[in-house]
């Protein structure tokens, strides 16, 4: 266990379906991540949050919707996805942005 | 932040020194250079980082050239559970860690 707990471990979805993505992380620590990482492909970075606020949006497509409720729990709303989305999302906490990270065991997404 | 270059992947046979480079020739002064390792799919493991010292923890040695456009990391004795891939990234102590291809080490009995 890392501190950082994703779930769930794996997940299969249709197109036409609304899943969330869930991260908690028991650190005590003020920012989180989003990564995907696509088979055969560096991690990606989606979104960051600091103290609860989107800080960054790397140009990801609507159909994935973050929400940070508070500084421990992040989620990702999933709708409407296609099957290239499916990857291994990875949630990341850290005490600063560039501070060390320690990420979850992530979430492997099969979208069919 | 800078770019990185590491090699594809490299082997190591089991009980040596893995050494793993890496070349950052456009690196800030306010940019740190840190080592992150990914064993497969799980998520990435933080190692080491450093700003202009060798550094070294209960994992692995950082060595960071004087001019600071390269740096190595140097396990000291790979063992089989060693094998992965390992990421150097460069970033300001305020920045975002972008990951590259990184370097996959394979330890060999």
């Known amino acids: ?99 060390g990270y320690t990420f979850g065991s992530g979430t492997r997404l099969t979208v069919v | 932040d800078a770019k990185t270059t590491q090699p594809t992947s490299m082997d190591c046979a089991e009980g040596r020194a893995a050494n793993l480079p890496c070349n950052h020739s456009t690196i800030s002064g306010n940019e740190y250079v840190y080592w992150y390792r990914q064993i497969h799919s799980q998520g990435p493991q933080y190692i080491i980082h450093g700003l202009k010292n060798n550094e070294t923890n209960e994992m692995a040695s950082l060595i960071i050239t004087e001019d600071r456009k390269s740096s190595t990391l140097i396990l000291p004795h790979a063992t089989l559970r060693d094998t992965a891939v390992y990421y150097c990234i460069v970033s300001r102590n305020t920045g975002k860690l972008i990951f590259g291809q990184g370097t996959t080490l394979q330890v060999k009995p």
């Open chain 1, 1 to 99: 266990e890392t501190g950082v707990t994703q779930t769930p471990r794996h997940l299969v979805m249709g197109m036409t379906n609304k899943k969330s993505l869930k991260c908690e992380q028991h650190l005590g620590h003020n920012a989180m991540y989003w990564y995907k990482q696509s088979a055969k492909k560096p991690l990606e970075l989606m979104f960051v949050y600091n103290f609860k606020e989107q800080t960054e949006n790397n140009s990801v497509p609507s159909r994935f919707s973050p929400e940070c409720p508070n500084s421990s729990h992040l989620f990702l709303h999933l709708h409407t996805l296609q099957p290239e989305d499916s990857a291994l999302y990875l949630c990341a906490s850290s005490q600063g942005e560039g501070t």
